[in-house]
């Protein structure tokens, strides 16, 4: 009799808070999704890493994909591995460049490249380095030389499917500024629902470190109609932004970019977290990720 096929178990490991990261082909997409906890955290396309399935980073691929010269190296930080899915944007889009990534979770690098290994041009040349560590810990211990030179930094720090709270605050955010080129970037990932408190928050906290603010979004999610991704792109100087509504309006999920006089509306009356008030982003509806 021949013996029933038995299908291998998806890949994963157990993480420090005992919540389980796993490895799972995506079910809408050609590539793979990481889990963790339950919560899709990243996809990630080997065969085209420039595949950025989940909108929230195809709107920050966007903004990347303006910075300085298209298709020109850029020195790049990421608070927050995932899977790993910018850094492969940046080295397949921008090849050359120097990128940092922070993880928390060393059992999650290791499982990332074990069964999701980057590319062969990143490993050989060491362009992509991984640090593992509490994110702001690291920030205060990288190397001196890397202040003021960091073209992009992105912030995508999730404890399961929450921001921590002490990456939210003001004293956070200046750290990371200091890493920033006076033309650099800072994307920060925010997950938030109806009324927007926490995203109005983070954006008048952003904006008081980094001036220039832009907020991307799907329009009912800007409109804190239902929970979802608001990506915040903040710099010192103004930012390469005219092109963007075109380009965010044109895809299957119909997005905007709020600038100028709408941030401004976005964040009145919102105060600036500080350390002594921060809070984690609020926690999703259990029946969110169901798909």
Same mark, same amino acid.
């Given at each position: 009799?021949?013996?029933?096929?038995?299908?291998?178990?998806?890949?994963?490991?157990?993480?420090?808070? +005992? %919540? #389980?990261?796993?490895?799972?082909?995506? *079910?809408? @997409?050609?590539?793979?999704? &990481?889990?963790? =906890?339950?919560?899709? /955290?990243?996809?990630?396309?080997?065969?085209?890493?420039?595949?950025?399935?989940?909108?929230?980073?195809?709107?920050?691929?966007?903004?990347?994909?303006?910075?300085?010269?298209?298709?020109?190296?850029?020195?790049?930080?990421?608070?927050?591995?995932?899977?790993?899915?910018?850094?492969?944007?940046?080295?397949?889009?921008?090849?050359?460049?120097?990128?940092?990534?922070?993880?928390?979770?060393?059992?999650?690098?290791?499982?990332?490249?074990?069964?999701?290994?980057?590319?062969?041009?990143?490993?050989?040349? +060491? %362009? #992509?380095?991984?640090?593992?560590?509490? *994110?702001? @810990?690291?920030?205060?211990? &990288?190397?001196? =030389?890397?202040?003021? /030179?960091?073209?992009?930094?992105?912030?995508?720090?999730?404890?399961?499917?929450?921001?921590?709270?002490?990456?939210?605050?003001?004293?956070?955010?200046?750290?990371?500024?200091?890493?920033?080129?006076?033309?650099g970037v800072l994307l920060v990932n925010v997950a938030d629902g109806a009324g927007l408190a926490f995203a109005r928050r983070q954006a008048a906290t952003v904006r008081s470190e980094l001036p220039h603010v832009a907020l991307l979004a799907e329009v009912q999610v800007l409109k804190g109609r239902r929970f979802g991704n608001i990506v915040i792109a903040a710099s010192r100087n103004p930012l390469p932004t005219e092109w963007l509504p075109r380009l965010m309006a044109a895809g299957p999920?119909?997005?905007?970019?709020?600038?100028?006089?709408?941030?401004?509306?976005?964040?009145?009356?919102?105060?600036?977290?500080?350390?002594?008030?921060?809070?984690?982003?609020?926690?999703?509806?259990?029946?969110?990720?169901?798909?």
């Amino acid at each position: 009799m021949a013996r029933a096929h038995v299908e291998a178990p998806p890949p994963q490991v157990r993480l420090s808070d +005992g %919540s #389980i990261a796993r490895i799972v082909p995506s *079910a809408f @997409a050609s590539g793979w999704e &990481l889990e963790v =906890g339950g919560t899709p /955290q990243s996809h990630v396309d080997l065969a085209d890493p420039t595949h950025l399935h989940f909108e929230y980073v195809a709107r920050m691929g966007a903004v990347i994909d303006q910075l300085g010269v298209p298709g020109e190296p850029v020195t790049a930080i990421h608070l927050g591995a995932g899977a790993y899915t910018l850094p492969r944007y940046v080295e397949a889009t921008r090849p050359g460049s120097r990128q940092q990534v922070i993880e928390l979770e060393p059992a999650l690098v290791a499982l990332v490249r074990e069964h999701l290994p980057l590319p062969s041009s990143a490993r050989a040349g +060491g %362009s #992509i380095r991984t640090r593992t560590g509490d *994110a702001r @810990a690291v920030l205060e211990r &990288l190397p001196a =030389g890397l202040r003021g /030179q960091a073209d992009l930094m992105v912030s995508d720090i999730f404890h399961g499917a929450r921001t921590p709270a002490h990456v939210t605050s003001i004293e956070f955010y200046s750290l990371a500024a200091r890493y920033l080129s006076d033309t650099g970037v800072l994307l920060v990932n925010v997950a938030d629902g109806a009324g927007l408190a926490f995203a109005r928050r983070q954006a008048a906290t952003v904006r008081s470190e980094l001036p220039h603010v832009a907020l991307l979004a799907e329009v009912q999610v800007l409109k804190g109609r239902r929970f979802g991704n608001i990506v915040i792109a903040a710099s010192r100087n103004p930012l390469p932004t005219e092109w963007l509504p075109r380009l965010m309006a044109a895809g299957p999920h119909p997005a905007k970019v709020a600038q100028g006089a709408e941030v401004d509306a976005f964040i009145a009356g919102s105060r600036v977290v500080t350390d002594a008030d921060a809070a984690p982003s609020p926690a999703p509806s259990a029946t969110l990720f169901e798909r």
